[in-house]
Protein backbone atom coordinates (compact mmCIF):
# COMPACT_ATOMS: atom_id res chain seq x y z
CA UNK A 1 0.00 0.00 0.00
CA UNK A 2 1.80 3.39 -1.17
CA UNK A 3 2.52 5.96 1.48
CA UNK A 4 0.20 8.49 -0.83
CA UNK A 5 -3.00 5.95 -0.57
CA UNK A 6 -2.32 5.44 3.53
CA UNK A 7 -2.75 9.45 3.61
CA UNK A 8 -5.56 9.48 1.67
CA UNK A 9 -7.74 7.13 4.08
CA UNK A 10 -6.38 9.23 7.29
CA UNK A 11 -6.81 12.78 5.67
CA UNK A 12 -10.69 10.92 4.45
CA UNK A 13 -11.16 9.03 8.04
CA UNK A 14 -10.49 12.88 9.53
CA UNK A 15 -12.87 14.85 7.47
CA UNK A 16 -15.39 12.46 7.98
CA UNK A 17 -15.28 12.38 11.58
CA UNK A 18 -14.93 16.69 11.35
CA UNK A 19 -18.25 16.54 9.68
CA UNK A 20 -20.02 14.47 12.02
CA UNK A 21 -17.85 15.91 14.71
CA UNK A 22 -21.61 16.28 17.32
CA UNK A 23 -22.19 12.48 16.89
CA UNK A 24 -18.45 11.38 16.82
CA UNK A 25 -17.90 13.35 20.14
CA UNK A 26 -21.13 11.49 21.38
CA UNK A 27 -19.47 8.41 20.44
CA UNK A 28 -16.57 8.63 22.01
CA UNK A 29 -17.64 9.85 25.04
CA UNK A 30 -19.82 6.87 25.19
CA UNK A 31 -16.64 4.71 24.53
CA UNK A 32 -14.94 6.18 27.29
CA UNK A 33 -17.38 6.16 29.43
CA UNK A 34 -17.91 1.97 28.74
CA UNK A 35 -14.28 1.40 29.15
CA UNK A 36 -14.12 3.86 32.50
CA UNK A 37 -16.67 1.35 34.16
CA UNK A 38 -14.89 -1.52 32.64
CA UNK A 39 -11.76 -0.04 34.21
CA UNK A 40 -13.05 0.40 37.33
CA UNK A 41 -14.63 -3.66 37.89
CA UNK A 42 -11.05 -4.32 36.64
CA UNK A 43 -9.39 -2.42 39.20
CA UNK A 44 -11.71 -3.85 41.94
CA UNK A 45 -10.88 -7.45 40.80
CA UNK A 46 -7.08 -6.48 41.19
CA UNK A 47 -7.15 -5.07 44.65
CA UNK A 48 -9.46 -7.69 45.65
CA UNK A 49 -7.24 -10.39 44.07
CA UNK A 50 -4.14 -9.07 45.57
CA UNK A 51 -5.84 -8.65 49.17
CA UNK A 52 -6.76 -12.12 48.51
CA UNK A 53 -3.42 -13.33 47.99
CA UNK A 54 -2.58 -11.68 50.95
CA UNK A 55 -4.55 -12.81 53.17
CA UNK A 56 -3.58 -15.96 51.68
CA UNK A 57 -0.56 -15.79 52.09
CA UNK A 58 -0.31 -15.27 55.74
CA UNK A 59 -2.32 -18.65 56.28
CA UNK A 60 -0.59 -21.38 58.05
CA UNK A 61 -1.24 -24.65 58.82
CA UNK A 62 0.43 -26.29 62.07
CA UNK A 63 1.04 -30.01 62.16
CA UNK A 64 0.45 -31.23 66.40
CA UNK A 65 3.07 -33.75 67.04
CA UNK A 66 2.69 -36.16 69.85
CA UNK A 67 4.67 -36.42 72.75
CA UNK A 68 6.30 -39.36 72.40
CA UNK A 69 7.37 -39.01 68.43
CA UNK A 70 10.98 -40.24 67.28
CA UNK A 71 13.08 -38.68 65.37
CA UNK A 72 13.30 -40.58 62.44
CA UNK A 73 9.22 -39.95 62.55
CA UNK A 74 9.82 -35.98 62.45
CA UNK A 75 12.66 -36.66 59.89
CA UNK A 76 9.88 -38.26 57.98
CA UNK A 77 6.88 -35.46 58.42
CA UNK A 78 9.88 -32.89 57.51
CA UNK A 79 10.66 -34.94 53.81
CA UNK A 80 7.17 -34.84 53.16
CA UNK A 81 6.74 -31.19 53.71
CA UNK A 82 9.67 -30.40 52.25
CA UNK A 83 8.54 -31.93 49.22
CA UNK A 84 5.28 -29.82 48.67
CA UNK A 85 6.40 -27.05 46.33
CA UNK A 86 5.05 -23.39 47.18
CA UNK A 87 5.86 -23.18 51.06
CA UNK A 88 7.81 -20.29 52.20
CA UNK A 89 8.59 -21.10 55.67
CA UNK A 90 8.73 -24.00 58.21
CA UNK A 91 9.11 -23.22 62.16
CA UNK A 92 9.51 -25.71 64.79
CA UNK A 93 7.90 -25.08 67.99
CA UNK A 94 8.43 -26.80 70.83
CA UNK A 95 6.56 -27.02 73.88
CA UNK A 96 7.48 -23.97 75.80
CA UNK A 97 7.66 -21.88 73.21
CA UNK A 98 3.92 -22.97 72.74
CA UNK A 99 3.51 -22.25 76.45
CA UNK A 100 5.21 -18.35 76.29
CA UNK A 101 3.60 -18.00 72.96
CA UNK A 102 0.07 -18.43 75.20
CA UNK A 103 1.34 -16.29 77.72
CA UNK A 104 1.83 -13.45 75.40
CA UNK A 105 -1.66 -13.70 74.23
CA UNK A 106 -3.17 -13.43 77.39
CA UNK A 107 -1.01 -11.02 78.70
CA UNK A 108 0.13 -9.76 82.47
CA UNK A 109 -3.51 -9.70 83.88
CA UNK A 110 -4.26 -12.86 82.96
CA UNK A 111 -1.29 -15.09 83.95
CA UNK A 112 -3.22 -16.95 86.43
CA UNK A 113 -4.74 -18.91 83.61
CA UNK A 114 -1.97 -20.04 83.23
CA UNK A 115 -0.30 -20.90 86.29
CA UNK A 116 0.84 -24.06 87.11
CA UNK A 117 1.60 -25.12 82.93
CA UNK A 118 5.74 -24.33 83.76
CA UNK A 119 5.62 -27.49 85.87
CA UNK A 120 3.26 -29.83 83.60
CA UNK A 121 3.07 -27.76 79.97
CA UNK A 122 0.31 -29.59 78.05
CA UNK A 123 1.00 -28.11 74.64
CA UNK A 124 2.15 -30.10 71.78
CA UNK A 125 5.56 -29.04 70.09
CA UNK A 126 4.30 -28.54 66.44
CA UNK A 127 5.65 -27.50 62.94
CA UNK A 128 4.42 -24.04 61.84
CA UNK A 129 4.22 -24.36 57.90
CA UNK A 130 3.56 -21.12 56.05
CA UNK A 131 2.92 -20.87 52.06
CA UNK A 132 3.08 -18.10 49.63
CA UNK A 133 -0.07 -19.33 48.13
CA UNK A 134 -3.93 -20.45 49.71
CA UNK A 135 -3.48 -23.57 47.35
CA UNK A 136 -0.86 -24.88 49.11
CA UNK A 137 -2.60 -24.72 52.07
CA UNK A 138 -4.58 -28.36 50.75
CA UNK A 139 -1.33 -30.08 49.79
CA UNK A 140 0.39 -29.48 53.09
CA UNK A 141 -2.19 -30.88 54.86
CA UNK A 142 -2.45 -33.72 52.78
CA UNK A 143 0.76 -34.67 53.12
CA UNK A 144 0.99 -34.34 56.84
CA UNK A 145 -2.41 -35.94 57.44
CA UNK A 146 -1.97 -39.86 58.45
CA UNK A 147 1.67 -39.69 58.99
CA UNK A 148 3.33 -41.53 61.66
CA UNK A 149 4.12 -39.00 64.95
CA UNK A 150 1.55 -36.63 63.78
CA UNK A 151 -1.23 -35.94 66.56
CA UNK A 152 -3.37 -32.98 64.57
CA UNK A 153 -3.19 -30.99 61.00
CA UNK A 154 -5.31 -27.68 61.99
CA UNK A 155 -7.30 -28.14 58.41
CA UNK A 156 -8.04 -24.84 57.13
CA UNK A 157 -9.33 -25.65 53.29
CA UNK A 158 -12.63 -24.30 54.48
CA UNK A 159 -11.14 -20.69 54.85
CA UNK A 160 -8.68 -21.39 51.64
CA UNK A 161 -11.99 -22.69 49.67
CA UNK A 162 -14.15 -19.38 50.56
CA UNK A 163 -11.08 -16.98 49.25
CA UNK A 164 -10.36 -19.21 46.27
CA UNK A 165 -14.44 -18.81 45.55
CA UNK A 166 -14.18 -15.47 45.87
CA UNK A 167 -11.56 -15.39 43.93
CA UNK A 168 -12.49 -17.02 41.07
CA UNK A 169 -16.59 -15.44 41.43
CA UNK A 170 -14.66 -12.24 40.59
CA UNK A 171 -12.85 -13.27 37.76
CA UNK A 172 -16.34 -14.99 36.54
CA UNK A 173 -18.04 -11.73 36.56
CA UNK A 174 -15.01 -9.94 35.14
CA UNK A 175 -15.20 -12.09 31.93
CA UNK A 176 -18.96 -11.67 31.68
CA UNK A 177 -18.98 -7.90 32.38
CA UNK A 178 -15.93 -7.42 29.78
CA UNK A 179 -17.97 -9.07 27.00
CA UNK A 180 -20.62 -7.77 27.37
CA UNK A 181 -19.18 -3.56 27.30
CA UNK A 182 -17.08 -4.76 24.33
CA UNK A 183 -20.54 -5.92 22.34
CA UNK A 184 -22.23 -2.36 23.58
CA UNK A 185 -18.85 -0.62 22.53
CA UNK A 186 -19.37 -2.87 19.58
CA UNK A 187 -22.71 -1.29 18.88
CA UNK A 188 -21.70 2.61 19.18
CA UNK A 189 -18.99 2.39 17.15
CA UNK A 190 -20.63 0.86 14.70
CA UNK A 191 -23.98 3.35 14.48
CA UNK A 192 -21.47 6.09 13.97
CA UNK A 193 -19.94 4.61 11.49
CA UNK A 194 -23.56 4.17 10.20
CA UNK A 195 -24.34 7.36 10.39
CA UNK A 196 -21.55 8.24 8.21
CA UNK A 197 -22.53 5.86 5.77
CA UNK A 198 -25.85 7.00 4.85
CA UNK A 199 -24.77 10.75 4.48
CA UNK A 200 -22.25 9.29 2.21
CA UNK A 201 -24.22 6.18 0.37
CA UNK A 202 -24.30 7.74 -2.92
CA UNK A 203 -20.56 8.81 -3.14
CA UNK A 204 -20.14 4.54 -2.09
CA UNK A 205 -22.15 3.93 -5.22
CA UNK A 206 -20.61 6.02 -7.31
CA UNK A 207 -16.93 4.55 -6.16
CA UNK A 208 -17.94 0.97 -6.22
CA UNK A 209 -19.06 1.71 -10.21
CA UNK A 210 -16.16 3.54 -11.22
CA UNK A 211 -13.98 0.36 -9.91
CA UNK A 212 -12.78 1.04 -6.23
CA UNK A 213 -12.05 -1.95 -4.52
CA UNK A 214 -13.90 -2.87 -1.37
CA UNK A 215 -10.93 -2.53 0.71
CA UNK A 216 -10.28 0.82 -0.82
CA UNK A 217 -14.29 1.92 0.29
CA UNK A 218 -13.63 0.02 4.01
CA UNK A 219 -10.17 1.75 5.28
CA UNK A 220 -11.39 5.51 5.76
CA UNK A 221 -14.60 4.44 7.69
CA UNK A 222 -12.10 1.59 9.80
CA UNK A 223 -9.49 4.30 10.36
CA UNK A 224 -12.42 6.65 11.49
CA UNK A 225 -13.80 3.71 14.00
CA UNK A 226 -9.94 3.03 15.25
CA UNK A 227 -9.23 6.82 15.94
CA UNK A 228 -12.76 6.77 18.11
CA UNK A 229 -11.98 3.58 19.96
CA UNK A 230 -8.40 5.07 20.64
CA UNK A 231 -9.88 8.31 21.68
CA UNK A 232 -12.47 7.06 24.06
CA UNK A 233 -9.31 4.81 25.46
CA UNK A 234 -7.17 7.60 26.27
CA UNK A 235 -10.02 9.75 27.91
CA UNK A 236 -11.08 6.63 30.08
CA UNK A 237 -7.30 5.87 31.21
CA UNK A 238 -6.98 9.56 31.96
CA UNK A 239 -9.72 9.83 33.97
CA UNK A 240 -9.51 6.41 35.48
CA UNK A 241 -5.82 7.33 36.42
CA UNK A 242 -6.54 10.51 38.26
CA UNK A 243 -10.21 9.14 39.69
CA UNK A 244 -7.96 6.08 41.29
CA UNK A 245 -4.92 8.16 42.48
CA UNK A 246 -7.77 10.69 44.33
CA UNK A 247 -9.39 7.20 45.92
CA UNK A 248 -5.79 5.82 46.99
CA UNK A 249 -4.61 9.18 48.59
CA UNK A 250 -7.91 9.63 50.43
CA UNK A 251 -8.47 6.10 51.92
CA UNK A 252 -5.51 4.29 51.85
CA UNK A 253 -4.50 5.61 55.55
CA UNK A 254 -8.29 5.94 56.60
CA UNK A 255 -8.96 2.15 55.95
CA UNK A 256 -6.47 0.08 57.70
CA UNK A 257 -5.78 -3.21 56.72
CA UNK A 258 -6.29 -2.70 53.09
CA UNK A 259 -3.18 -1.99 50.43
CA UNK A 260 -4.17 -0.25 47.51
CA UNK A 261 -2.49 -0.99 44.10
CA UNK A 262 -0.28 1.59 43.14
CA UNK A 263 -2.20 4.21 40.20
CA UNK A 264 0.92 3.91 37.93
CA UNK A 265 -0.07 0.31 37.14
CA UNK A 266 -3.09 2.04 35.02
CA UNK A 267 -0.45 4.23 32.79
CA UNK A 268 1.96 0.65 32.69
CA UNK A 269 -0.83 -1.59 32.22
CA UNK A 270 -4.30 -0.51 31.58
CA UNK A 271 -3.30 2.39 28.95
CA UNK A 272 -2.01 0.21 25.99
CA UNK A 273 -3.96 -2.11 26.83
CA UNK A 274 -7.40 -0.24 26.26
CA UNK A 275 -5.82 1.72 23.52
CA UNK A 276 -5.31 -1.59 21.81
CA UNK A 277 -9.06 -2.61 22.38
CA UNK A 278 -9.89 0.66 21.54
CA UNK A 279 -8.30 -0.26 17.84
CA UNK A 280 -9.58 -3.92 17.71
CA UNK A 281 -13.09 -2.65 18.69
CA UNK A 282 -13.07 0.15 16.46
CA UNK A 283 -11.56 -1.50 13.35
CA UNK A 284 -14.30 -4.10 13.69
CA UNK A 285 -17.50 -2.52 14.42
CA UNK A 286 -16.18 -0.19 11.40
CA UNK A 287 -16.31 -3.41 9.01
CA UNK A 288 -19.59 -5.10 10.35
CA UNK A 289 -21.17 -1.69 9.69
CA UNK A 290 -20.23 -1.27 6.33
CA UNK A 291 -20.79 -4.63 4.92
CA UNK A 292 -24.50 -4.23 3.29
CA UNK A 293 -23.37 -0.87 2.02
CA UNK A 294 -20.62 -2.56 0.00
CA UNK A 295 -23.56 -4.36 -1.91
CA UNK A 296 -24.51 -2.12 -4.97
Known sequence: MKISTIKYFIVDALKSLKRNRTVSLASVATVAATLFILGVFLLIVFNVNAGVQKVGAKLEVK???????TIAERSALERAINNVQGITKVDFQDKKDALNQVKQQFGPDD????QGFDKQNPFPTAYIVKVDKPEIISKVVKAATGLKGV??????????DKIIKI??????VGIVLFAILIGVSLFLIGNTIKLTLYSRKK?????????????????????????????GAVISTGVL????????????????GITFLNPQIILSTTLWQFMLGGLVIGAIGSVISIRKFLIV
Open 111 to 114: KSLV
Open 241 to 256: YYAYKLVVEKYSNAVL
Open 151 to 160: DKVNDVRDVV
Open 63 to 69: IYLKDNV
Open 203 to 231: EIGIMKFVGATDWFIRWPFIIEGMILGVA
Open 167 to 172: TNTFKV
